[in-house]
């Protein structure tokens, strides 16, 4: 059984920055490609980055308005998955979730997915 928790997110002013964490339960590091997905209000979830299972390759993917200002990082040991992200901006006002085991390939069918955390960016 795959668990994921999210954390980290809150309200902050536009320009400023949070770090989303994600626990994951044992074994999906290594084992698994994961990622950090949002879903603004009223909207579609969509790709923010993800990560490979050796952990050494970065993807920021499609989403212009966080592209370049965010980072993806892992703590193996820790189980966690990371999204630093700077000098946010009010439309990056959002649930962030974590996903972790794409099943799809190039596709991108992640299997397992957090209950989200919440991320508001007011100006």
């Known amino acids: 059984q795959v668990t994921l928790v999210e954390s980290g997110g809150g309200s902050v002013e536009a320009g400023g920055s949070l770090k989303l964490s994600c626990v994951a339960s044992?074994?999906?590091?290594?084992?698994?490609?994961m990622a950090w997905y949002r879903q603004p209000p009223g909207k579609g979830r969509e790709l923010v980055s993800r990560?490979?299972?050796?952990?050494?390759?970065?993807?920021?993917d499609s989403v212009d308005s966080v592209k370049d200002r965010v980072t993806i990082s892992q703590d193996a040991a820790k189980n966690t998955l990371y999204l630093d992200m700077t000098n946010l901006k009010t439309e990056n006002t959002a649930m962030y979730y974590c996903?972790?085991?794409?099943?799809?390939?190039?596709?991108?069918?992640?299997?397992?997915w957090g209950p989200g955390t919440k991320v508001t960016v007011y100006s």
């Open positions: 996903a972790a085991c794409n099943v799809g390939g190039f596709t991108l069918d992640f299997e397992h």
């Open positions: 044992e074994g999906v590091f290594g084992r698994c490609e």
């Open positions: 990560i490979s299972r050796d952990g050494t390759a970065n993807y920021v």
